[in-house]
C-alpha cells in the first residue's frame, strides 16, 4: 500500500485545498430524494455515494462517521463499505472515523479490518498507549490519534498539567510524534498524524512544535467556531500539514428552491476548499 502521507499530499496538491467532507448521514436530515428509499441504510448509502459523487474533484478526502452506519447493524456496515468502494473508485481518500482504541492485539484486528474494509486511513485514541497504534500503521493504514480534540468537555482530560509542566494533550503528541518518527514518507511527513480541534488553537502552536511532522485532522472550523487564524496557527512553516474538515455545512447545505441538492453539496464543497485555500497559501 503506498504510504499515507504520500497518497493525502498527492491529493491536497491535485485539489488545490486540504480539505475533507465529512460523511455523517442522519435518515431525518436527507433530502427526499433519498429518504423514499426502501429501508435506512438504503437510504444512507444513497445519500453518501451522492455526496461523494458531489465532491469527487473539489476535496482531497472523505471522512466517513462510522456511528451513523453501525447504528443500523450489518445492513449499515455493508452501505457503509459499499460507499466506501466508490469514493476509492472516483479517487478520493478515505478516512474511517471510528476512533478505534484498544490494546495490541485488538487493534490488530481492527487494522485488519479496516484494510479489508477498503480505507486509507482510520481515526484512532491513543489514551491506551502507542501499542494500541502501531497495529495499524503495520497494516499500512495511515492514523489520526486524538491529541486535542475540539469538543468542550475535553478540557477536563486534555489540558491538566503534569509534573513536568507539559499537557496530557503535550504529553500525547510527543508519543505520537516518537512514533511518527518511524513512518516518515518522501513528503516529509508522517503516516501518523493527530486530531487537533481548530476551537483549540491555542495550544495549536505548541502542538505543531511537538508534532512537526504530523499531519493534523482538523475538525471544528466554521459552524463550531473555528476561524481562518486558528486554521493558520495548526500550518507547518512552509504552510501545509493540515486536512481541515466540515461535515454538516457542506452535506446538509440549504439548496435554492431550483437547486438538485448535489448541485448545493458541489457549490458548498467549492466554497470551503477556496475558503481554506486562501488561508493556507497566504500562510
Known amino acids: 500500500m503506498p504510504h499515507f ?7 491536497i496538491r491535485a485539489v488545490g ?20 428509499a426502501a429501508d435506512a441504510p438504503t ?22 462517521q462510522s456511528a451513523c452506519f453501525e447504528r443500523y447493524g450489518s445492513l449499515g456496515v455493508a452501505a457503509m463499505e459499499r460507499s466506501i468502494a466508490h469514493a476509492r473508485s472516483r479517487g478520493v481518500i478515505v478516512v474511517l472515523d471510528a476512533k478505534r482504541g484498544d490494546i495490541g492485539i485488538s ?37 489520526f490519534v486524538l491529541v486535542r480534540t475540539s469538543n468542550p468537555d475535553s478540557d477536563a482530560v486534555q489540558s491538566p498539567r503534569l509534573g513536568d509542566g507539559r499537557s496530557v494533550a503535550e504529553l500525547v503528541a510527543d ?30 502552536l505548541a502542538l505543531r512544535a511537538r508534532m512537526p511532522r504530523q499531519i493534523f485532522l482538523v475538525p471544528g472550523y466554521g459552524a463550531q467556531g473555528g476561524t481562518a487564524d486558528d486554521i493558520r496557527a495548526l500550518l507547518t512553516p512552509g504552510g501545509g500539514g493540515v486536512l481541515v474538515t466540515a461535515s454538516r455545512s457542506v452535506i446538509y447545505a440549504k439548496p435554492d428552491a431550483a437547486e438538485a441538492w448535489q448541485a448545493t453539496v458541489h457549490h458548498a464543497a467549492k466554497s470551503f476548499a477556496a475558503e481554506i485555500a486562501g488561508v493556507t497559501h497566504a500562510a
Open 107 to 143: 487493534a490488530s484486528h481492527y487494522a485488519a479490518g479496516a484494510v479489508a474494509m477498503g480505507v486509507h486511513c482510520v481515526t484512532v485514541n491513543g489514551y491506551l498507549g502507542m501499542s494500541g497504534v502501531e497495529p495499524f500503521l503495520a497494516a499500512g493504514l495511515g492514523v
Open 43 to 64: 437510504a444512507i448509502e444513497r445519500f453518501s455515494i451522492g455526496v461523494v459523487d458531489a465532491v469527487a474533484g473539489v476535496v482531497a478526502a472523505v471522512k466517513f
Open 17 to 36: 485545498s486540504p480539505v475533507c467532507v465529512g460523511l455523517d448521514p442522519v435518515l431525518e436530515s436527507l433530502p427526499a430524494q433519498c429518504k423514499d
Open 175 to 204: 508519543q505520537v510524534a516518537s512514533l511518527g518518527d518511524k513512518h516518515i514518507g518522501v513528503s516529509g511527513l508522517s503516516a501518523a498524524g493527530a486530531v487537533v480541534g481548530a476551537t483549540k488553537s491555542a495550544d495549536g
Open 5 to 11: 502521507a504520500d497518497m493525502l499530499c498527492d491529493a
